[in-house]
């Protein structure tokens, strides 16, 4: 009955994806018309990724909830490190799915701006903020005068997001990530460095390749992604240098 089951539910869900492939379909214009398939579907990316967040946020104070409530339960310790592991797991999924979101709002098409570059870099850098605390991991960024400048302001700050989680990642407690940056005459340096763990020579040629993972969970997809949609308003993600004293990367754009 089970196995049934599975296969009623199986069928089900193919049934749904064909009906939902051909109502795709009355929305999507021949496929000589690129630029407009790709508006529709950096509109659907834009909307999913909104979506997705709103349902995270809930999870997220959820889990919170859950942890304080856990605080005053007096119970086996089996059972409470079964509801702590519980907690950890949602916590674990919540940010991969957030790291998901993030690759995904990245390919919507390019919608360029002006923006504060000051701005932008410590907002971003306040977002990451509670990941490094977590870890142990200390975030200095050195002053530098402001720059109001025009690009795509969720693609640069995507960039910025994946170089510095990846620099806390490749932390251990007590390391530190630092951000500069640079306006020259016609180009913007960001750079990130940690003093973690280095990128092993033979895997740098690797890193901007999709599906090239390091990480037990990695999707292999944010450097990537990042570094093509960089690439779409001009710009570029480089690693500079990676030895065992420090790693950096760097984001470089045009200044418009």
């Known amino acids: 009955n089970q196995a049934i089951g599975m296969i009623v539910d199986l069928l089900n869900e193919k049934n749904e994806d064909i009906i939902f492939a051909e109502k795709e ?16 579907v950096s509109n659907n990316a834009r909307f999913i990724s909104h979506e997705i967040k709103n349902n995270l946020s ?3 104070l959820y889990s919170k909830i859950l942890e304080k409530r856990i ?7 089996e059972i409470m490190q079964s509801l702590n592991n519980a907690i950890r797991n949602i916590t674990t999924a919540s940010e991969n799915v957030s790291s998901l979101i993030s690759d995904l709002r990245c390919i919507a098409s390019p919608y360029i701006t002006e923006i504060s570059l000051k701005k932008i870099i410590l907002n971003t850098i ?3 903020q509670g990941k490094a605390n977590n870890a142990g991991v200390n975030i200095t960024v050195d002053d530098f005068e402001d720059c109001i ?9 995507c ?3 994946n170089l510095i989680y990846n620099a806390i ?18 180009i913007i340096k960001i750079s990130v460095k940690n003093n973690g763990e280095m990128i092993l020579p ?6 901007f390749e999709k599906d090239y993972t390091t990480k037990e969970k990695g999707n292999g997809l944010g450097l990537a992604i990042c570094k093509e949609q960089m690439n779409l308003v001009g710009g570029d993600i480089k690693l500079v240098n990676s030895d065992e004293k420090i790693t950096e990367f760097e984001i470089v754009l045009p200044k418009i």
């Open 149 to 157: 400048t025009t690009t795509d302001k969720t693609k640069l700050q």
């Open 25 to 40: 379909k009355e929305n999507f214009v021949p496929a000589d018309d690129t630029i407009k398939t790709a508006e529709i």
């Open 169 to 186: 990642e490749a932390c251990k407690a007590s390391c530190r990530v630092n951000i500069s940056c640079r306006v020259q005459e016609d």
């Open 58 to 60: 809930i999870i997220n």
């Open 126 to 128: 306040a977002m990451c």
């Open 159 to 161: 960039a910025l997001i």
């Open 71 to 77: 605080e005053n339960i007096k119970e086996s310790e």
């Open 202 to 207: 033979e895997n740098q040629s690797k890193i």
